[in-house]
């Protein structure tokens, strides 16, 4: 699988949208960007995924390069509850990964009131 | 549907001893895949399991092993626990081309070893 390069950190104000970025340059055609978050001492939770095309959701947008080699997940309205470990990972179609997703460290985003 | 049961949700545990975590995986997914996190390391993979077969394991000593049951519930095992074992054990569940082949995660053990 790819691999993911992510800040480490970020903040935000409440009510303000969040961007944060990621690179996957060696992306394979046919590997899915997907993003994921974790709140602290809980499983990470399903954010939105991609493959190709800008993707929209309750929690978040998606928005994916035309090359695929970097993409931006948008929280539209920042809240304090989406202080998170936000985790970019790339993962192959065909279930080829086997279980094995490499978390990368994540950026640690903070939402101030 | 019920999302992925990890239990229990919290353990403690001696330095010696061993330990066996479980994870029941959502209704119709085959695919079970253990993580362990650390504050160091992060999310690191344990190994994965299909079908009650063992398809992808990853670089972790022999004390962790796992196995799958004919209805896909999954337990791991750690025997001979270090003080380093420390950490939140996350499962995840997939439910292949349905699902996009995206990963449910559970809440996660917590063990610790004193």
């Known amino acids: 699988d790819a691999k993911t390069t992510q800040p480490t950190s970020m903040d935000c104000a409440e009510g303000r949208a969040a961007n944060l970025p990621c690179n996957h340059s060696t992306i394979s055609g046919n590997e899915y960007v997907y993003w994921y978050r974790q709140i602290h001492s809980q499983g990470p939770q399903y954010i939105i995924h991609?493959?190709?095309n800008n993707e929209t959701n309750e929690m978040a947008s998606l928005i994916i390069t035309e090359d695929r080699k970097s993409s931006t997940l948008i929280l539209p309205h920042a809240t304090l509850r989406d202080t998170a470990v936000y985790y970019c990972?790339?993962?192959?179609?065909?279930?080829?990964?086997?279980?094995?997703?490499?978390f990368g460290q994540g950026t640690i985003l903070t939402v101030h009131p | 549907k019920a999302g992925v049961t990890q239990t229990p949700r919290y353990l403690i545990k001696t330095r010696g001893q061993q330990v066996t975590l479980s994870c029941s995986p959502i209704s119709g997914h085959r695919s079970v895949s253990w993580y362990q996190q650390t504050p160091g390391q992060g999310l690191q993979f344990l190994f994965e399991?299909?079908?009650?077969?063992?398809?992808n394991k990853g670089n972790f000593p022999g004390r962790f092993s796992g196995r799958q049951f004919s209805n896909s519930r999954s337990e791991m095992n750690v025997s001979t626990l270090e003080l380093g074992d420390s950490a939140l054990y996350l499962c995840?569940?997939?439910?292949?081309?349905?699902?996009?082949?995206?990963?449910?995660f559970g809440s996660g053990t917590r063990l610790t070893v004193v």
């Open positions: 995840a569940s997939q439910g292949g081309f349905s699902n996009n082949y995206g990963y449910t």
């Open positions: 991609g493959l190709k």
């Open positions: 399991y299909f079908s009650e077969t063992q398809r």
């Open positions: 990972i790339v993962i192959a179609a065909g279930g080829t990964s086997y279980g094995k997703l490499t």
